[in-house]
């Protein structure tokens, strides 16, 4: 089974732009939630999306936003871009929902805002 | 306070010798606890999980959970030099659906 798979790679901004990270999940996986991992701050969970619905939501701010689509594949976008959104962000799937899913992780999108 | 919390290391072992990785969390009512494993450059990759009190063993690793004295553990067995990685722990505070709270990670290094 193909993994986690995440697009684009990499990706360079400037501030003030905005952005679009994509996400496919495992095949048959329902759930997709996606993280910020930076050196100072590590990973923190962004949000998670089950059914088209998102489920959970961490503590960011309102220009991080996501959906998910019918097929279960996933989009964040970022607008109005700081410098300090540069991190790696990534997306995980699993098959259901509940606190006993265990989440595989995508090789990730690497932001770069100048 | 933080809510997962592991000592950031390094971690520095021999190869062969066991490696020992402690977390501690703060919310009582989590159930479930995982590590992960995250080369440089790369994304993390799950270890194992574990969701009851007591020892669950996977290979040359053995996950360890007391839900009283809240922590979780990792031993690593025969450690490689190819363990060398920073080992990410993930809980899933209040069984909040798919959102996993993770420490800050140890780094561990495996020296020939």
């Known amino acids: 089974k193909a993994g986690v798979t995440q697009t684009p790679r990499y990706l360079i901004k400037t501030r003030g732009q905005q952005v679009t990270l994509s996400c496919s999940p495992i095949?048959?996986?329902?759930?997709v939630s996606w993280y910020q991992q930076t050196p100072g701050q590590g990973l923190q969970f962004l949000f998670e999306?089950?059914?088209?619905?998102?489920?959970n939501k961490g503590n960011f701010p309102g220009r991080f936003s996501g959906r998910q689509f019918s097929n279960s594949r996933s989009e964040m976008n970022v607008s109005t871009l700081e410098l300090g959104d540069s991190a790696l962000y990534l997306c995980a799937s699993s098959l259901g929902q509940g606190a006993w899913e265990t989440q595989y992780f995508g090789p990730g999108t690497r932001l770069l805002v100048l | 306070q933080k809510e997962v919390e592991q000592n950031s290391g390094p971690l520095s072992v021999p190869e062969g010798a066991i490696a020992s990785l402690n977390c501690t969390y703060s919310d009582r009512g989590s159930q479930s606890f995982f590590w992960y494993r995250q080369y440089s450059g790369k994304s993390p990759e799950l270890i194992m999980s574990?969701?009851?009190?007591g020892d669950k063993e996977d290979g040359r690793f053995t996950a360890q959970l007391n839900k009283a004295s809240q922590y979780v553990s990792l031993l690593i067995r025969d450690s490689q030099p190819s363990d060398s990685a920073t080992y990410l722990c993930?809980?899933?505070?209040?069984?909040?659906?798919?959102?996993?709270?993770f420490g800050g990670g140890t780094r561990l290094m495996v020296k020939p």
């Open positions: 574990i969701y009851s009190n």
């Open positions: 993930a809980v899933n505070i209040n069984n909040a659906g798919n959102m996993l709270t």
């Open positions: 999306y089950f059914s088209e619905t998102q489920r």
């Open positions: 095949s048959g996986h329902r759930s």
